[in-house]
Nanobody
Framework: VQLQASGGGSVQAGDSLRVSCAIS????????VGWFRQAPGKEPEFVAA????????YYADIVKGRFTISRDNVKNTVDLQMNSLKPEDTAVYYC??????????????????????WGQGTQVTVSS
């Protein structure tokens, strides 16, 4: 499984941006997908996650109400719509995938080590 993140860019505070994660192949095993971000000198930070169907979504408190994760299993993409962006949202955004299990909780999705596959990241820069 390969993931390709795209859609990053430079915007002003208050603007919106949509980043997308393309999953390279369909498999017989469904995958849940998460978005993380990493600012320079900081640890990777959980942003949002969705289960394989898109029926369950999870968010970090700091983005709740501003960011929306969605997936299209026909196109094999998972998007992160980011609204009301702030300078502190500046980071490289990564998408990651893990085999879907019904017993996962948000604590599973929050841990980078839970994920089996990672994309290469896309830079998001928000200026004040």
């Amino acid at each position: 499984v390969q993931l390709q993140a795209s859609g990053g860019g430079s915007v002003q505070a208050g603007d919106s941006l949509r980043v997308s994660c393309a999953i390279s192949e369909r498999t017989s095993s469904p995958y849940d997908v998460g978005w993380f971000r990493q600012a320079p000198g900081k640890e990777p930070e959980f942003v949002a996650a969705t289960n394989w169907s898109g029926g369950s979504t999870y968010y970090a408190d700091i983005v709740k109400g501003r960011f929306t994760i969605s997936r299209d299993n026909v196109k094999n993409t998972v998007d992160l719509q980011m609204n009301s962006l702030k300078p502190e949202d500046t980071a490289v955004y990564y998408c990651a995938a893990l085999r879907s299990r019904s017993y996962y909780s948000i604590s599973t999705y929050q841990l980078p080590d839970s994920y089996d596959y990672w994309g290469q990241g896309t830079q998001v820069t928000v200026s004040s």
